[in-house]
């Protein structure tokens, strides 16, 4: 079983900054989604576990970026110039075939909450 533990959440102001990690058990694919209160979960960053590859979001390029420390199997999300419309519970999220990271990772974090107050 993978074990996905997320860390870093907060109220930040609009136009901050905040760095999320996620602790992994294995080193396998990695994405971040975010859900927003009373919509679904959205994909915002993916990373490949070989290449390191990234993909991103539309709504959050030049603004978030996804890394990896393969050291310790950690996986990173820095959100610059945060918005109102980024608050929402964060969740780290797995999975062992690439093409299927930003619809259908197979393994999920318990998530955390970030707030960007205006």
């Known amino acids: 079983q993978v074990l996905l533990v997320e860390s870093g959440g907060g109220v930040v102001p609009a136009g901050g900054s905040l760095r999320l990690s996620c602790a992994a058990s294995e080193r396998l694919h990695g994405a971040w989604f975010r859900q927003a209160p009373g919509k679904e979960r959205e994909f915002v960053a993916a990373i490949s576990w070989s290449r390191g590859t990234t993909v991103y979001a539309d709504s959050v390029k030049g603004r978030f970026t996804i890394s990896r420390d393969d050291a310790d199997n950690t996986l990173y999300l820095q959100m610059n110039s945060l918005k109102p419309e980024d608050t929402g519970v964060y969740y780290c999220?797995?999975?062992?075939?690439?093409?299927?990271?930003?619809?259908?990772?197979?393994?999920w974090g318990q998530g955390t909450q970030v707030t960007v107050s205006s």
């Open positions: 999220a797995q999975g062992p075939i690439w093409p299927d990271i930003p619809t259908t990772p197979k393994y």
